[in-house]
T-cell receptor, first 114, second 112 residues
Framework: AQSVSQHNHHVILSEAASLELGCNYS??????LFWYVQYPGQHLQLLLK??????LVKGIKGFEAEFIKSKFSFNLRKPSVQWSDTAEYFC????????????FGQGTELSVKP | DARVTQTPRHKVTEMGQEVTMRCQPI?????VFWYRQTMMQGLELLAY????????DSGMPKDRFSAEMPDATLATLKIQPSEPRDSAVYFC??????????FGPGTRLTVL
């Protein structure tokens, strides 16, 4: 079965530290890839997405992600985190030609210390 | 700024009662999804519709849950009878054809 795996359950960083959250998926076909963020008590918001083209995609709030097809990975990065980035981050995959169903990873909780 | 809306935002009910949650998708989005989020299970897809037709409801407990789209502007998720284990945040999301899902604010359900 297709799955999405996020490497870290909880990451704790100090402000200005660099961030990298890992995401791997298991599916050999064409995929669309997403990162969503959920701030405490709020709904999921789209950070960035990859459908095709340049594998390095830039999203909102200074986030970026790189799609490496050979590694089935779509890691999220930010060079310098802020306290306001404290949230839960979800990687998700849509299997192309399968109805747009999102398969989510289990989420990574990011805590940024001021 | 178009958004998915959900009502109610919070619902507290007693075990055995019927619960109805409503979702208004973004105008022009033809696909609507229902998710449930809990600490233990994370985000689970319950059901989804395209052009108002149910495509997949395999994630939904059939005996007590039902999902419908009476028209293109309204999706409903009903639980009857509700149980404490149904306590969760229920999210609706909508998407245009072959594109990104946008999530609503969720309904936080507590079943006592």
């Amino acid at each position: 079965a297709q799955s999405v795996s996020q490497h870290n359950h909880h990451v704790i960083l100090s402000e200005a530290a660099s961030l990298e959250l890992g995401c791997n998926y298991s599916y050999g076909g064409t995929v669309n890839l997403f990162w969503y963020v959920q701030y405490p008590g709020q709904h999921l918001q789209l950070l960035l997405k990859y459908f095709s083209g340049d594998p390095l995609v830039k999203g909102i709030k200074g986030f970026e992600a790189e799609f490496i097809k050979s590694k089935f990975s779509f890691n999220l990065r930010k060079p310098s985190v802020q306290w306001s980035d404290t949230a839960e981050y979800f990687c998700a995959v849509t299997l192309y030609n399968q109805g747009g169903k999102l398969i989510f990873g289990q989420g990574t909780e990011l805590s940024v210390k001021p | 700024d178009a958004r998915v809306t959900q009502t109610p935002r919070h619902k507290v009910t007693e075990m055995g009662q019927e619960v109805t949650m409503r979702c208004q998708p973004i105008l022009g989005h033809n696909t609507v999804f229902w998710y449930r989020q809990t600490m233990m299970q994370g985000l689970e897809l319950l059901a989804y519709f395209r052009n108002r037709a149910p495509l997949d409801d395999s994630g939904m407990p059939k005996d007590r849950f039902s999902a419908e789209m009476p028209d293109a502007t309204l999706a409903t998720l009903k639980i009857q009878p509700s149980e404490p284990r149904d306590s969760a945040v229920y999210f609706c999301a909508s998407a245009p054809p072959r594109d990104t899902q946008y999530f609503g604010p969720g309904t936080r359900l507590t079943v006592l």
